[in-house]
């Protein structure tokens, strides 16, 4: 995989995926920080919880990510949004989890109890979280360019291209290089007459329907077939999250890995690249197959 941007110490340590069945870690391997913070999410079926945390001295800044939770299964059922919370950080070699969790009393804030659709904090997505080649992707519902609702499975039926980038990134071999194949692809596209582009923002706290709609605009984007999607941060984490993106704020920038899938006509992911080494050419190879 390859990454936009410099900074990649902290997303490689925290990075990658908890594992809640994994073998006890040893005392040699595992490191335990002490965490604070505020729940903003619980997902009791998968024990695991989005914390809003402090800085935690010596290891990373302090920001809103999900963490897998090795407690007893009754600690997420009991946890609500908004609970302060103490708890112990372990990070074992590529795993990460909260054990020990302690509450420390409800904190009634307006980002505790925002809507999903509401911008809010910065949320980290899930590592190594993304669906199988051939597996069914989640549906979503994100905010296009011209402030409509889209949702993956109204696509069905037509092969869908999906990427990620944001419309601030400085780097020209990474977002726009992007867009620039994006535009290619788009053109060859409506030439054929089939299929559909997502370009899904990984700034979704800048990246505003009207940010989007100049941006696409520049891109010579027709929003009936290529749109630009933006939503809450929680909602952008997870559509990232399926495809196996993961981003962070670093240096004035996001910084994030680059990504390209096809999705068939039944929703299905179909192929995925992983860097900027993929050309316009071979997405309308893909997509051509991906039409039945």
């Known amino acids: 995989m390859k990454f936009a941007g410099a900074g990649l110490g902290l997303l490689v340590l925290v990075g990658a995926a908890a594992c809640r069945q994994a ?9 335990r ?7 903003r999410e619980v997902d009791a079926g998968r024990s ?6 402090e ?3 010596g ?23 908004g609970d302060r919370i103490e708890a112990t950080l372990v990070v074992e070699k590529d795993r990460y989890w909260l054990e020990k969790i302690l509450t420390r009393g ?11 659709n509401k911008q809010a904090a910065f949320v980290t997505p899930v590592p ?53 194949k994006f535009s290619k692809l788009d053109a060859m596209l409506a030439q054929k007459n089939f299929g559909h582009l997502l370009a899904v923002t990984v700034d979704p706290e800048h990246d505003t329907p009207a940010a989007l709609a100049e941006y696409a605009k520049k891109a010579g984007a027709d929003p009936k077939r290529w749109k630009f999607l933006t939503g809450s941060p929680v909602a952008v984490a997870r559509v990232a999250s399926s495809f196996g993106v993961m981003y962070y704020p670093g240096r004035g920038q996001m910084i994030h890995s680059q990504a390209v899938a096809v999705v068939d006509a039944q929703g299905r992911l179909s192929t995925i690249y992983y ?14 197959k991906a039409r039945t």
């Not at 963490?67 to 009754?74: E, I, K, M």
């Not at 860097?275 to 051509?288: A, F, K, V």
């Open 23 to 31: 073998p006890k870690p040893s005392a040699e391997t595992a490191h």
């Open 33 to 39: 920080f002490a965490l604070k913070g505020v729940v």
């Open 48 to 53: 695991e919880v989005i914390v809003e945390h």
């Open 55 to 57: 800085t935690i001295p």
């Open 59 to 81: 290891y990373m800044q302090g920001m809103t990510m999900p963490f897998p939770v090795r407690d007893d299964p009754q600690v997420t059922r009991l946890l609500r949004p």
């Open 106 to 116: 409800f904190v009634a804030t307006a980002a505790a109890t925002a809507p999903e």
């Open 128 to 180: 190594n979280n993304g669906v199988q080649v051939g597996d069914t992707v989640p549906d979503f519902a994100l905010t296009d360019q011209t402030g409509a609702t889209v949702r993956l499975s109204q696509m069905r039926g037509q092969p869908v291209a999906v990427t990620f980038l944001y419309t601030r990134c400085p780097i020209a071999t990474a977002c726009p290089m992007t867009t620039a």
């Open 275 to 288: 860097g900027e080494t993929w050309q316009p050419e071979h997405l309308l190879r893909d997509m051509e």
